[in-house]
Structure formats: C-alpha cells, structure tokens
C-alpha cells in the first residue's frame, strides 16, 4: 500500500462509476412504448407523462414511516403522472407496470465497463477504495448488487443508512473512519458539485475530483479542485497529486 500523497479514494456512484442518467433515458423509452400500446396516446402526452414522473423522483421525499415502500411509492409517482396528463388511470395496473418496466430497464443497464473495473482493480493496489452513493437504501444497493461494485472496494457506505448524507460532514467523517485515514490522505471522485464536491470540500479533504457531464454548469461558489470528462482520467490527477 503506498503512503505518500493520497491513501484512499472516495467514488460516487451514480454517474460517476456507472452511467444512471443514461439508463434512465432508455428505461423511459421503453415506457413510453408501453403507454403507447395501453393507452393509444400520442408522442406529446407520453412525453409529459415521462417528464412528470421525472420531476416526482428528482422532489421524492422518501420516509418510510409513511406505511409504503419505495416500490410503492414510484408506482404511484407513474400512477400520478398518468391521470395529471389525461385525467385518469384506466388500467388499475399500468402505474405499478410502468414502474416494474422502469426499473427492471434500469437495473439491466447499470453495469460498469471492464475499462472503469480494471481502473478500480489497479488503484485498488495502491489506494483504500470506498463508494459513498446517496439515496434510499433498497434502490442504491440494487444499484450495487447489479454492477457487481462491492468486489472492487474495501467499504460501501449508503447515505440512506444513515443518520446524514452527502454533503453532510458527519458522513464524510464515517468513511474517513471506516477507511482508518485522515481528510488530508483521502480524495473524492463524483460527478455532484452539490453533494460530492461541496462535501469533501466541507469535510476538508485532500483533493475533489469532479467529473463533469457535458450538460453540467459550473458554479461560482462550489470550485473543485480538479475537472475531468471522465473517471478514466482519475490516474492522471493522482499522478499530479502524488
């Protein structure tokens, strides 16, 4: 294990290590094929049908003291979408079926590329690895089962199991814990300004790696240390680092 310059890495999940956004785009595709079929309706109504159900999961706010899982809770987000945009639900099912199409799609598709495992395989030589995602537990370690992650990292911390999430310190506090280093060893690779970035500038680590996606806007006020296109281009910045 190398002790100079950086001892551990930090990695988000979602759009970071696998390409979620992506999924989505197709998970919704598929959907409209069905809403096409059940309901005979025209590319324009399926489309707001989508884009409300995209803004109901970007607004979720999940508690579980509510008596609904999250299963539940995205079926009716599909249900709601569907009677906003023509005023009822005909199909009893079709809330719960779109959701099941969306998310079996989804999950199919989250795997990561043999090019970022054999990345996380050779720093996993040289650095601790940890995956720090946010979100509800049951979808983030669906997420992890399917694209295999556990096997490359020496810890998986999800924020919904815990007391705070990213950006919080506490968390960052936990995997620094977890990773048995101090802030100025550990660096955080993520594509959220707002939730990696920022926290591991509040947590005062070492180095902030942000991937930036190509319909990401910079900010004036949150200013990572480092910018890639990509995680593949992680080696290059911890040449410079180390």
């Not at 099941?100 to 590329?113: I, P």
């Not at 995602?133 to 370690?141: A, D, F």
Request: glycine fraction near 6%; aromatic fraction near 6%; proline fraction near 2%.
């Amino acid at each position: 294990m190398e002790t100079k310059g950086v001892k551990a890495i930090i990695f988000d999940l979602d759009n970071t290590l696998i390409d979620t956004s992506g999924a989505g785009v197709v998970a919704l595709q598929k959907v409209g094929e069905l809403l096409k079929s059940s309901l005979s309706l025209d590319d324009a109504s399926i489309e707001t049908i989508c884009n409300r159900f995209k803004q109901k999961l970007y607004n979720e706010v999940f508690n579980p003291a509510m008596g609904k899982n999250i299963d539940q809770v995205r079926s009716l987000h599909w249900e709601e979408s569907i009677q906003e945009t023509v005023g009822s639900c005909p199909n009893e099912s079709l809330g719960s079926d779109c959701y099941k199409l969306w998310k079996l799609t989804r999950l199919q598709l989250l795997t990561m590329s043999p090019e970022v495992q054999a990345l996380l395989k050779d720093l996993r030589t040289k650095y601790k690895l940890l995956l720090l995602t946010n979100g509800e537990t049951q979808t983030q370690r669906e997420k992890v089962e399917v694209s295999n992650c556990e096997e490359f990292f020496d810890e998986v911390v999800v924020g919904g199991e815990q007391v705070e999430q990213k950006p919080s310190v506490s968390i960052f506090r936990l995997c620094l814990e977890m990773l048995g280093v101090e802030a100025h060893d550990c660096i955080i690779v993520g594509d959220s300004l707002d939730t990696d970035i920022q926290g591991g500038l509040k947590a005062h680590l070492k180095a902030t790696v942000w991937i930036k996606r190509a319909e990401a806007n910079e900010s004036n006020v949150i200013k990572p240390h480092y910018t890639v296109a990509n995680v593949l281009e992680l080696p290059q910045v911890l040449a410079h680092l180390n």
